[in-house]
């Protein structure tokens, strides 16, 4: 009886616009909560395994500390501060050699360093003894500061590369 009611339908294909969930932001937006659900697992899983294994956590951050600490010596290089220098370039070894070794503060020597390297420590040492020599004062005549600042700062990021790859 109500047939004759019901209009007729104006189109039988389906309109331009399609419906929110068969675009294509929706499709490139729908993995996204699960990418960040595996983010943020991976995440705490990673700070999880520093927080567990202080050693690893230490060795990872020796090279971040020595970079702080050279940049450190090249601005006392440019401000011609030698005493300011060589303390930048001792706190550079202490620093980096303590946490690639975890050791403590007080402990970082040049002994003890020397005793943990493989091999090839011969140029740790010569910096050592050269950089302890210069901040206490003892310095060989024959060579200019500038030079030798800069040979020992080039020297000091080479060693500490080499370290980085050894296996300690």
Same mark, same amino acid.
């Given at each position: 009886?109500?047939?004759?009611?019901?209009?007729?339908?104006?189109?039988?294909?389906?309109?331009?616009?399609?419906?929110? !969930?068969?675009?294509?932001? !929706?499709?490139?937006?729908?993995?996204?909560?699960?990418?960040?659900?595996?983010?943020?697992?991976?995440?705490?899983?990673?700070?999880?395994?520093?927080?567990?294994?202080?050693?690893?956590?230490?060795?990872?951050?020796?090279?971040?500390?020595?970079?702080?600490?050279?940049?450190?010596?090249?601005?006392?290089?440019?401000?011609?501060?030698?005493?300011?220098f !060589?303390?930048?370039?001792?706190?550079?070894?202490?620093?980096y050699?303590?946490?690639?070794?975890?050791?403590?503060?007080?402990?970082?020597?040049?002994?003890?360093?020397?005793?943990?390297?493989?091999?090839?420590?011969?140029?740790?040492?010569?910096?050592?003894?050269?950089?302890?020599?210069?901040?206490?004062?003892?310095?060989?005549?024959?060579?200019?500061?500038?030079?030798?600042?800069?040979?020992?700062?080039?020297?000091?990021?080479?060693?500490?590369?080499?370290?980085?790859?050894?296996?300690?």
């Open positions: 009886d109500i047939v004759y009611l019901k209009p007729l339908p104006r189109h039988w294909k389906r309109e331009a616009n399609e419906t929110w !969930y068969r675009t294509t932001l !929706y499709n490139v937006l729908l993995p996204l909560p699960a990418l960040m659900l595996i983010l943020m697992a991976g995440t705490t899983a990673r700070r999880h395994s520093l927080a567990s294994d202080v050693a690893r956590a230490r060795r990872q951050k020796a090279p971040k500390a020595a970079r702080r600490d050279v940049a450190l010596a090249q601005q006392a290089m440019r401000n011609n501060d030698t005493s300011a !060589y303390e930048a370039m001792w706190e550079a070894l202490t620093e050699f303590g946490h690639r070794l975890n050791l403590a503060p007080g402990e970082v020597t040049r002994q003890t360093v020397v005793d943990r390297m493989p091999e090839g420590s011969e140029s740790v040492e010569r910096l050592f003894d050269t950089i302890e020599q210069r901040r206490y004062g003892i310095r060989q005549e024959d060579e200019s500061s500038d030079d030798e600042m800069e040979s020992l700062l080039r020297q000091l990021t080479h060693t500490l590369k080499q370290c980085e790859r050894m296996k300690l």
